[in-house]
């Protein structure tokens, strides 16, 4: 079994710079986390593009969208922002029944200490090998069907509606 990563940024993937005190985007982390979490399993990643989810458009989704249908495995990871998480989960969620998918992200970059990344990862990793064919948020520990979840923006969590 492959699990695939399709990577389109978020607050995982940002990094501080200290010129301008502000987070932008590097390169993926992903590899590292997996590694540093020592994963074993089999994984092959794609970086779609590194965006906070506030500048995604309907055509980032189409192409996350596209991507999963395309794609010859069954269990995909997606990295994505939580601020519009839920939007994308539900595109996919109405139009993939077929397979698997996760997707995940960290309130606090990966770079920063006392970050959730790693943490959302390995519950990401085990959501994907467990679950059912649908389409799901992993946040905060939990697992959310693609239409049982929003994200609280006052508590900065993930919760069932």
Known sequence: MNIQFFITGGTIDK???????????????????LNRGRSMVDTTSE????????????????????????????KIIITHGTD???????????????????LFGSMIPYSIDNSDALFNLGVALGAVQNKGNGVY?????????FDKVTKNKEKGLFEDC
Do not use: A, P
């Open 15 to 33: 990094v501080y710079n200290e010129l301008t005190g502000e987070l932008e985007f590097g390169s993926t982390h992903i590899v590292d986390m």
């Open 47 to 74: 970086v779609l593009f590194l965006k906070d989810s506030l500048e995604m458009t309907d055509k980032d989704r189409g192409l996350i969208l596209s991507k999963c249908i395309e794609s010859t495995d069954d």
């Open 84 to 102: 519009t998480m839920v939007d994308t989960v539900q595109l996919l969620g109405e139009k993939i029944k077929d397979k698997t998918i996760v």
């Open 137 to 145: 948020v992993v946040m905060n520990g939990k697992v959310f069907d």
